[in-house]
């Protein structure tokens, strides 16, 4: 949503509402908003989480899991920042720690009830981790990307 507000990109509100409507990078700008939705929908149905059986709980907080990898995505993808060092550095500890994390207590804990179901989910994390940061150095961190990745012409021409 702050996209909206910068005057490069020239979003307005169902750029920022609709996903993949926007001319400008709109793979890209509708994995945020999808993103955006799934981590709204977890935010709303955590409120009534006690009327949920903790089934549905689980599964429903898991999908932030998906949320962030969409969120990764579209700020590699949209970002104008994705060369910066700094944000490079902020988005590997970030993934990092993340992985670690759920293959330290998600995998280990979920491995007594059903260790086929926990090692697939663990590779699984491993192979979109990898898969992840081989397309962001062959795209997002390669010259041209803003080209490919559906700026439109002119305003690639005004800069």
């Known amino acids: 949503m702050a996209a909206v507000l910068d005057p490069f990109a ?3 509100p169902i750029d920022a509402l609709i996903p993949f409507v926007s001319a400008y990078r ?14 709204s ?8 989480a006690r009327r ?3 089934a549905t709980w689980v599964w429903l907080h898991r ?20 060369r ?13 720690g993340v992985l670690v ?3 330290a207590v998600r995998v280990i804990e979920g491995w007594r009830a059903v260790p086929t179901l926990w090692a697939g989910l663990a590779l699984l994390a491993v192979l979109v981790t990898l898969g992840i940061g081989i397309w962001a150095v ?22």
């Open 52 to 54: 949920f059986s903790r």
């Open 101 to 103: 994390a759920f293959l």
């Open 26 to 39: 709109g793979t890209w700008l509708g994995l945020g908003v999808v993103s955006g939705y799934v981590y």
């Open 84 to 96: 910066n060092e700094l944000f490079l550095l902020l988005n590997v500890l970030c993934v990092a």
């Open 138 to 159: 062959e795209g997002p961190l390669q010259p041209g990307w803003a080209r490919s990745s559906g700026t439109p012409p002119d305003l690639l021409r005004s800069h």
């Open 41 to 48: 929908a977890n935010v709303l149905m955590s409120w009534p």
């Open 63 to 82: 999908s932030m899991y998906v949320a962030w990898v969409l969120a990764l995505l579209h700020s590699l993808g949209t970002g104008s920042d994705a």
């Open 10 to 12: 020239r979003l307005g």
